[in-house]
């Protein structure tokens, strides 16, 4: 039975009753939870859904934990803030219990301590239990020495505590330039290949942020043979990349084609999936009003053949769990669900948000400026509807007001974009290639321009 499309926003929080808390995280972001007495006993721990390597054979569980966000904690002397182990060993344990079986990370995520922090984690466990992926990062001129490169890659070793990596990847490769002076010209590549043919790399492949053109060529060379290749995939990506990116469906056409499968970053396009505007989420709920927003892109990405794992970074258990319950097992999608969220995408896409997934690369700028925190709290304001372009909408001094105030709370002033002095310094390090200084002078404009119309 077809269900009518005009729910009205009192109607549609009655739906969803006791759901009420995912509205709060969709319209207000991640927010922690405060109660971890939630039941892990409502998700069984033996249906999880895999898929086949088809290099070695190696049943791969189709959620796979990204470790760039490891839940931290402020320091007891107050000097900063550090990861909180206790709280990762929870919930490394949880994952595991219910199948994860695929952990990746990297030298540079949570300024450099998750890979010590996933170690830890996980040499808690027997070594058949989970498969470790890390990257080589080498970004800096230090590291992009052969020796530089060869300290990397035996400190992540020694961090995760393994004398094997199942997955090892190029980090963030898109051009032939970058992967020539990064990985060809000074012999990393033919070091790590190496490793690969003595066994201590498992499966070798790229995480791919770029052209078109430079994707391609790395399948049409004959002298590497890749075993896997990580790719930005959901449903908004998938016919409608932008930025540095790549529509997803070419990307996992040209995989299939070589037999080569494709991990997933991004499933939910940086939070933004997971965090949508009332109309869009009312959509979602019109097909099943208890799905969280997250399932859905979670639900696609894993409907895809080419996908051997998707990537999630889960700080919370509330998230772990809702993502472990989507995998187990995985409902593919239907294709009036798949035209659904096409049609959700289309909605998404109307919206001029900044493709910013928050990885915190950008960081730190040398003149104080908190980039990530500045766009997000402009995306924010967009998806919740506190952004208004013209003074005399009927709304606009509510959204004015809302933006302002909520902008001083989350950035402070000292750190918000006005004191931007557009040196471009942060813009080589943004793997989605955002002209940083220029959105940062945009959204400076529009706080002027709001403060003018009071």
Known sequence: MEKSNNMNRRDFLKVMGAGATAVAVASCGMQKSGDKSASLNEIPTDAMTYRVNPNDGKKVSILGYGCMRWPTRKKADG??????????????????????????????????????????????????????STKMSNFTPDTQTLEGAKEMY?????????????????????????????????GVLDFLLKEREA?????????????????????????????????????????????????????????????????????????RLNKLDFKSLERLKQMDP?????????????????????LSGMTYMEHLQDNVKSFSP?????????DTLEDVAQMILKYQFIPCNDCKYCMPCQYGIDIPSIINHYNKCLREGNYSGKPTD??????????????DRSVPKLRQADHCISCGDCMPKCPQRINIPKELKRIDQYVEELKRNA
């Not at 900063?80 to 994952?95: H, K, M, P, T």
């Not at 079986?101 to 301590?113: A, E, I, K, M, W």
């Not at 980090?171 to 020539?180: D, E, I, N, P």
Request: glycine letters at 6%; a negative charge.
């Open 199 to 271: 066994g201590r790399i498992k499966n070798l492949g790229w995480s791919f942020h770029g052209e078109q053109s430079f994707f391609d060529y790395m399948f049409s060379q004959n002298e590497v043979k890749w075993d896997f290749v990580l790719i930005q995939l959901n449903y908004v990506d998938w016919r409608h990349a932008s930025g540095s990116n790549v529509n997803a469906e070419y990307l996992c056409s040209v995989l299939s084609s070589k037999g080569v499968p494709a991990l997933v970053m991004e499933p939910l396009q940086g939070g």
């Open 154 to 186: 035996y400190q992540s070793m020694k961090r995760l505590r393994v004398d094997y990596f199942d997955y090892y990847l190029l980090h963030a490769v898109g051009s032939y330039s970058a992967y020539k002076q990064r990985y060809l010209d000074n």
């Open 79 to 132: 000097t900063g803030e550090e990861i909180d182990q206790e709280e990762v060993n929870r919930l490394v344990d949880y994952a595991i219990e219910h199948g994860v079986n695929l952990f990746d990370t990297s030298p540079r995520y949570v300024q450099g301590l998750s890979e010590e922090a996933t170690g830890i984690a996980l040499s808690r466990h027997p070594r058949d239990k989970y498969m470790v």
């Open 290 to 310: 208890e799905a969280s927003a997250a399932s859905w892109a979670f639900r696609f990405a894993g409907s895809q053949q080419c996908v051997l794992s998707v």
């Open 394 to 407: 009927p709304d606009y001094q509510r959204a004015r007001k809302a933006f302002l105030v909520g902008y």
């Open 330 to 338: 995985l409902k593919t999608l239907t294709t009036t669900e798949m």
